[in-house]
């Protein structure tokens, strides 16, 4: 039986985008310097003789969001839906476009309008399923991270006037 991974679990997600790294977990292995191995028993759920140090965690995802592996920052989001808490990617002043500050606003709005509909597709059949819940939580960390960037936006923007 195929084991159905969890983007909401912060195992199952650290363990999911661990996988995704290019070359697999063979080559991440490589580059934290630990055998394969142990990184998999580290890694896998049900095992629960291994854990990954906090700092270990750290540096996998940073090797991931380097490679370029989708959701790499998801364990981090699963860690911190558990406590109640969310985070969103804030950008750095030289990866911020120059565009109109109404397109940003557009941009969130619409990421809003992606959690409204994910939760009212949900709730349809008046029963929100464990992958729906993970997709409405994709959806909140999308528009979380739209308006952080709106956020640095109007920052860069109030900086860029000294007469502000």
């Given amino acids: 039986m195929t084991r159905k991974y969890s983007d909401m679990n912060q195992h199952d997600a650290l363990y999911k985008v661990a996988r995704a790294y290019p070359g697999g977990l063979e080559a991440l292995a490589i580059r934290l310097e630990m055998s394969v191995n142990v990184l998999r028993n580290k ?6 003789s291994h854990y ?16 370029g592996v989708k959701d790499a920052h998801l364990p981090l989001h699963a860690l ?12 750095e002043p030289e990866h911020i476009n120059k565009d109109d500050l109404s ?7 619409s990421q809003v309008g ?26 909140f960390q999308g528009a979380l991270t739209a308006l952080g960037e709106w956020r640095a936006r109007i920052r860069i923007h109030h900086k ?4 502000r």
């Fill in 114 to 139: 992606d959690v409204a509909e994910a939760v009212s597709n949900s709730l349809m059949d008046g029963v929100i399923t464990v992958a729906e819940a993970d997709l409405i939580e994709k959806e």
């Fill in 80 to 91: 911190l839906g558990r406590h109640g808490m969310a985070a969103f990617l804030v950008p």
């Fill in 43 to 48: 890694l896998a759920p049900g095992i629960e």
């Fill in 103 to 109: 397109q940003t606003v557009c941009r969130v709005m």
């Fill in 160 to 163: 860029g006037d000294p007469h």
């Fill in 52 to 67: 990954p140090s906090f700092e270990e965690l750290s540096l996998i995802i940073e090797q991931c969001h380097a490679a």
